[in-house]
């Protein structure tokens, strides 16, 4: 299984935009980024994914590096309630199975 | 569509006993999964069912651990003999096959083996 980096914590205030960055030096052509979160006491919880091109939803916004080495988790305007594990995953397109790292706590100040 | 359920919250059991959870995915994924998370820790995968059929399985599913799906709705996760080295948080997840790629996850079960 491709791996992934994250830095363990990040710090944000509320209402600020909020980049959170993952290295996949090793990520294969068929691999899909997926990012989940979770909340404080609850199941992980879909954000985002995508395979070469950047990819807005509701919730966030993805940037793909070109090289697809790295990718970044835009937050647009943090709140209280998006402080969670956010992780970073590599899915190859043919696989079920998800494979977590210890992903990046994210904290949001008031 | 009320997400996917999973029962009991918790559970706590003497090492030893036997334990089994229940999760009732989303009506109509086809796809069920579950995962073990201990603290700190991301979620790991265990097992997963495609209907009723198991399809792979983690080396982390050691002999005391079985899953079931009989009929392609609701799955149990059963533990035998339980160890302390079992105690964790156990997450079950679902997801349609034609999505494929975001799966929903339970709130999961406790277990505290004592």
């Known amino acids: 299984d491709a791996k992934t980096t994250q830095p363990n914590s990040m710090e944000s205030n509320e209402e600020e935009p909020v980049h959170l960055p993952c290295n996949h030096s090793?990520?294969?052509?068929?691999?899909?980024i997926h990012w989940y979160r979770q909340l404080p006491s609850q199941g992980p919880e879909y954000v985002i994914h995508?395979?070469?091109s950047n990819v807005n939803n509701r919730m966030a916004s993805l940037a793909i590096a070109e090289d697809r080495k790295s990718s970044t988790l835009i937050l647009h305007r943090a709140t209280l309630r998006d402080a969670a594990v956010y992780y970073c995953i590599l899915r190859d397109y043919g696989s079920e199975k998800l494979v977590f790292g210890k992903g990046t706590k994210l904290t949001v100040n008031p | 569509d009320t997400g996917v359920s999973q029962d009991p919250r918790h559970k706590i059991t003497k090492r030893g006993q036997n334990v089994t959870f229940r999760c009732d995915p989303i009506?109509?994924?086809?796809?069920l999964y579950w995962y073990r998370q201990t603290l700190g820790q991301g979620p790991e995968f265990l097992t997963y069912f495609q209907n009723e059929a198991q399809l792979e399985k983690s080396r982390l599913l050691s002999d005391r651990f079985s899953a079931e799906r009989p009929k392609g709705s609701f799955s149990t996760l059963e533990i035998q003999r339980t160890e302390q080295g079992d105690s964790a948080m156990y997450l079950c997840?679902?997801?349609?096959?034609?999505?494929?790629?975001?799966?929903?996850f339970g709130q999961g079960t406790r277990l505290t083996v004592v």
């Open positions: 995508g395979l070469t």
């Open positions: 090793t990520i294969s052509g068929t691999d899909y």
């Open positions: 009506s109509e994924h086809n796809r």
């Open positions: 997840a679902s997801s349609l096959r034609d999505r494929g790629t975001e799966a929903f």
